[in-house]
């Protein structure tokens, strides 16, 4: 997403493993996509909604969601511009805090709250209120305060917002995670190239058939509609950041019926490829 940013205020990862970022980008949808960290989401502004396994829920302005490790997820952003603090936090090096991590799972979504739990949540979203202050005041140490307020975060989640309903992580789950972001860095790689089911199953040395299942298991839709995705994507930002006629983007980025890219750009976006030409994001 590099050359759809406005303004971007990056961390890089501590020793504790996390990853702290202050990002602004223009609207439009983020494809499938996942990380080996778990992902705090904070909306500071605009409105969105994150996709999980089919499911959709809305990220309302200065509220805390959560993404686990290994969750495929997408996002729709539905503002001309959208502001977020994103949190990366790596299990595996906390670890000798608190043994066991790894196979403990958080769920925490504001539209799915428990009465019991909203106390301690709208506690949460002060605290990183006050995260997001401290960043705009560019106050001496913040990095270290906000390590500290990330840790402080994690034990409060795992202990308000445990997911018991999700079962820990098997060997089978480890081996599908790793052929999944296999794919998705194929595809990343090659979406301007012709990429068929063929071509995709045996990067990971499966049937035809067996891929598609596989892939739609774990990631809750079709290989061929995950590459779309991803094509429109790109073409969505080369036609916020280039002077290409729409049929050259179109091509680019491995796209070749006009008809049908109209059609699939329109369900995704809500508006036709030209309309984006005509409105472009604010700087």
Same mark, same amino acid.
């Given at each position: 997403?590099?050359?759809?940013?406005?303004?971007?205020?990056?961390?890089?990862?501590?020793?504790?493993?996390?990853?702290?970022?202050?990002? =602004?980008?223009?609207?439009?949808?983020?494809?499938?996509?996942?990380?080996?960290?778990?992902?705090?989401?904070?909306?500071?502004?605009?409105?969105?909604?994150?996709?999980?396994?089919?499911?959709?829920?809305?990220?309302?302005?200065?509220?805390? =969601?959560?993404?686990?490790?290994?969750?495929?997820?997408?996002?729709?952003?539905?503002?001309? =511009?959208?502001?977020?603090?994103?949190?990366?936090?790596?299990?595996?090096?906390?670890?000798?805090?608190?043994?066991?991590?790894?196979?403990?799972?958080?769920?925490?979504?504001?539209?799915?709250?428990?009465?019991?739990?909203?106390?301690?949540?709208?506690?949460?979203?002060?605290?990183?209120?006050?995260?997001?202050?401290?960043?705009?005041?560019?106050?001496?140490?913040?990095?270290?305060?906000?390590?500290?307020?990330?840790?402080?975060?994690?034990?409060?989640?795992?202990?308000?917002?445990?997911?018991?309903?999700?079962?820990?992580?098997?060997?089978?789950?480890?081996?599908?995670?790793?052929?999944?972001?296999?794919?998705?860095?194929?595809?990343?790689?090659?979406?301007?190239?012709?990429?068929?089911?063929?071509?995709?199953?045996?990067?990971?040395?499966?049937?035809?058939?067996?891929?598609?299942?596989?892939?739609?298991?774990?990631?809750?839709?079709?290989?061929?509609?995950?590459?779309?995705?991803?094509?429109?994507?790109?073409?969505?930002?080369?036609?916020?950041?280039?002077?290409?006629?729409?049929?050259?983007?179109?091509?680019?980025?491995?796209? =070749?019926?006009?008809?049908?890219?109209?059609?699939?750009?329109?369900?995704?976006?809500?508006?036709?490829?030209?309309?984006?030409?005509?409105?472009?994001?604010?700087?």
């Amino acid at each position: 997403m590099s050359d759809q940013v406005i303004h971007e205020a990056f961390h890089r990862t501590s020793p504790l493993g996390i990853q702290i970022v202050f990002h =602004t980008t223009p609207g439009g949808y983020v494809a499938p996509h996942w990380h080996n960290e778990v992902e705090i989401l904070y909306p500071l502004n605009g409105d969105a909604d994150l996709f999980i396994d089919r499911q959709k829920h809305h990220l309302p302005r200065r509220r805390i =969601t959560v993404v686990e490790s290994a969750q495929v997820h997408s996002v729709s952003y539905h503002d001309r =511009t959208s502001m977020f603090l994103y949190i990366h936090v790596s299990k595996d090096l906390l670890e000798p805090y608190l043994p066991g991590i790894t196979l403990r799972r958080i769920h925490c979504m504001p539209d799915e709250l428990e009465p019991e739990q909203e106390d301690e949540y709208y506690a949460l979203c002060t605290l990183l209120s006050d995260m997001v202050r401290l960043y705009i005041k560019d106050a001496p140490g913040f990095l270290l305060e906000a390590e500290g307020m990330t840790l402080q975060l994690m034990a409060r989640l795992l202990r308000t917002f445990p997911a018991d309903n999700l079962t820990p992580i098997s060997e089978n789950d480890h081996l599908a995670v790793e052929r999944i972001r296999q794919i998705m860095s194929y595809v990343e790689e090659h979406f301007a190239e012709p990429i068929s089911l063929q071509d995709a199953a045996d990067v990971l040395g499966l049937g035809r058939e067996y891929f598609c299942r596989f892939f739609r298991k774990h990631t809750g839709g079709s290989f061929l509609q995950y590459l779309t995705e991803i094509r429109l994507t790109h073409s969505y930002r080369d036609l916020q950041n280039t002077d290409l006629p729409v049929s050259e983007v179109m091509e680019k980025n491995g796209l =070749t019926n006009q008809k049908r890219f109209n059609r699939e750009f329109k369900k995704l976006y809500g508006c036709t490829p030209s309309s984006v030409r005509k409105n472009p994001p604010a700087n």
